[in-house]
């Protein structure tokens, strides 16, 4: 669940003089009995899960607790995840684990966040390790890992009279339209109004199987809106969908939480967003009375060589406050979570560690025959690179603003059409880029 990935304020840069944890690169156990380093205290533990705080994680914390007696875990579960942490970081009144938010830029971690140790050893143990570094320092461990796609109600494709997954743009919008005349489902849900779900897109750029593209596009372009270019594909379907009245009649009216059961019980028929909605769809499909079978999951529509191919990356990564005073008993909680808590694999998601099991909500993509992409991490020193063309041409290629008008437009709410609002989009881009090369 990503939002704008923006510079966090001069006066949110706090000091990264404290010392590194003790045993920085081990393991919790490794920590003394006694002082600072004791796997004892109270800790605080933020999280965005507001719907299973009061149940799954009083189960985490009882398993926990069990095994390290010393310490004791709170929840303060937060809904405006990405708005609150915002302001809280500009104090040192942030929990003691926290997720990373999409805020932080790769040159600030180290101001906010214990190391967790350095990335080439961290990565033995943990997939995903390169994804929130720096300098060759890893600052937080993933909660679970994704791939990519879209979310679908097989029963609506189905009576659509569809037998086969797209595999281009062209025909996923001509399977749209089928499902618009033949059911009386919504063909695509947009999210529009809780602005998050639209940037669910830029986590698909796998699907080109290239996974230097990130290094050698996006930042390093001139034309990312091209049309031949990741964000002149997917913003351009986005477009066309809309434009062609395959979407939500009023997307300002438009509910996360509703969008669920909307989609479980066949209203909606599609949904882009990564594996990690696949569970919550078939619960939200269970608790109406529907099949959880009826939720599928689909690669984008897009083949390269004949084959699907599928990003996958970390979520949010579970990391240290650097101004934590249990800084051991910290880090014990986001081990144990991700080596014992079973929270990736009862959420659908691939697991942290780099041994972990599968989760057989994949199973649609391994019959899809879908190649997974890991992409290569960003070279040491341009790790900020990208978002700092992002900083400077304003466009939050993270999140929602610059697709929320591109929606607008596309349904007549706004000014301009898809051609000349990607060249401006490219323009800025490309100022952008030359700023920062420049220095």
Request: aromatic share 10%; charged share 25%; hydrophobic share 35%.
């Given at each position: 669940m990503m939002?704008?990935?923006?510079l966090?304020?001069?006066?949110?840069?706090?000091?990264?003089?404290?010392?590194?944890?003790?045993?920085?690169?081990?393991?919790?156990?490794d920590a003394?009995?006694g002082?600072?380093?004791?796997?004892?205290?109270?800790?605080?533990v933020?999280?965005?899960?507001?719907?299973?705080?009061?149940?799954v994680?009083?189960d985490?914390k009882?398993?926990?607790?069990?095994k390290?007696?010393?310490?004791?875990?709170?929840?303060?579960?937060?809904?405006d995840?990405?708005?609150?942490?915002?302001v809280?970081?500009?104090?040192?009144?942030?929990?003691?684990?926290?997720?990373?938010?999409?805020?932080?830029?790769?040159?600030?971690?180290g101001?906010?966040?214990?190391?967790?140790?350095?990335?080439?050893?961290?990565?033995k143990?943990?997939?995903?390790?390169?994804?929130e570094a720096?300098?060759?320092?890893?600052?937080?461990?993933?909660?679970?890992?994704?791939?990519?796609?879209?979310?679908?109600?097989?029963?609506?494709?189905?009576?659509?009279?569809?037998?086969?997954l797209?595999?281009?743009?062209?025909?996923?919008?001509?399977?749209?339209?089928?499902?618009?005349d033949?059911?009386?489902?919504?063909?695509?849900?947009?999210?529009?109004?809780d602005?998050?779900?639209?940037?669910?897109s830029?986590?698909?750029?796998?699907?080109?199987a290239?996974p230097?593209?990130?290094?050698?596009?996006?930042s390093y372009?001139?034309?990312?809106?091209?049309?031949?270019?990741?964000?002149?594909i997917?913003?351009?379907l986005?477009?066309?969908?809309v434009?062609?009245g395959?979407?939500?009649?009023?997307?300002?009216?438009?509910?996360?939480?509703?969008s669920?059961?909307?989609?479980?019980?066949?209203?909606v028929?599609t949904?882009?967003?990564g594996?990690?909605a696949i569970?919550?769809?078939q619960?939200?499909?269970?608790?109406a009375?529907?099949?959880?079978e009826?939720i599928?999951?689909?690669?984008f529509?897009?083949?390269?060589?004949?084959?699907?191919?599928?990003?996958v990356?970390?979520?949010y990564?579970?990391?240290i406050?650097?101004?934590?005073?249990?800084?051991?008993a910290?880090?014990?909680?986001?081990?144990?979570?991700?080596?014992?808590?079973?929270?990736?694999?009862?959420?659908?998601?691939l697991?942290?560690?780099?041994?972990?099991?599968?989760?057989?909500?994949?199973?649609?993509?391994e019959?899809?025959?879908?190649?997974?992409?890991?992409?290569?991490?960003?070279?040491?020193g341009?790790?900020?690179?990208?978002a700092?063309?992002?900083?400077?041409?304003?466009?939050d290629?993270?999140?929602p603003?610059?697709?929320?008008?591109?929606?607008?437009?596309?349904r007549?709410?706004?000014?301009?059409?898809?051609?000349?609002?990607?060249?401006d989009?490219?323009?800025?881009w490309?100022?952008?880029r030359?700023?920062?090369?420049?220095?």
């Open positions: 939002v704008t990935r923006k966090l304020t001069a006066g949110a840069l706090l000091g990264a003089g404290a010392l590194a944890l003790t045993g920085c690169g081990g393991t919790a156990g003394a009995e002082g600072d380093d004791a796997i004892a205290g109270t800790i605080t933020l999280t965005q899960r507001t719907d299973i705080v009061d149940t994680f009083q985490y009882a398993q926990f607790e069990e390290y007696p010393d310490v004791t875990v709170e929840f303060e579960a937060i809904t995840y990405e708005g609150e942490i915002a809280r970081m500009n104090t040192e009144d942030y929990g003691d684990v926290l997720l990373i938010p999409n805020s932080v830029d790769p040159d600030q971690l101001d906010f966040f214990e190391p967790i140790g350095p990335t080439d050893e961290v990565s143990t943990y997939r995903f390790a390169a994804e720096y300098d060759g320092q890893t600052y937080g461990i993933a909660i679970t890992g994704n791939t990519n796609g879209l979310v679908y109600n097989k029963k609506v494709w189905e009576a659509a009279g569809i037998t086969d797209p595999t281009t743009p062209e025909e996923f919008l001509e399977d749209l339209q089928a499902i618009k033949e059911t009386d489902a919504i063909p695509y849900y947009t999210n529009y109004a602005g998050w779900p639209l940037s669910q830029d986590s698909n750029r796998g699907a080109l290239d230097d593209y990130s290094n050698t596009h996006v372009s001139d034309t990312p809106w091209a049309e031949d270019e990741w964000h002149g997917v913003d351009g986005l477009f066309d969908v434009a062609n395959l979407n939500e009649e009023d997307p300002l009216t438009t509910n996360w939480e509703e669920k059961n909307l989609l479980g019980t066949g209203k028929a949904m882009l967003l594996s990690w569970t919550q769809m619960d939200a499909a269970e608790a009375g529907e099949a959880r009826d599928g999951y689909m690669p529509p897009y083949q390269v060589d004949g084959t699907f191919h599928a990003q990356g970390g979520d990564k579970n990391a406050n650097i101004h934590s005073e249990h800084k051991a910290a880090r014990a909680w986001i081990e144990w979570f991700a080596n014992e808590s079973g929270y990736a694999f009862d959420n659908g998601g697991s942290p560690l780099v041994d972990g099991p599968t989760p057989e909500t994949l199973g649609d993509f019959e899809a025959g879908v190649e997974y992409v890991e992409m290569t991490p960003a070279q040491a341009e790790e900020s690179h990208e700092d063309v992002i900083s400077k041409s304003e466009i290629l993270y999140g603003v610059y697709r929320q008008k591109l929606v607008d437009i596309a007549g709410a706004a000014d301009g059409d898809k051609e000349s609002y990607f060249a989009l490219n323009q800025r490309a100022d952008a030359a700023a920062v090369d420049a220095g």
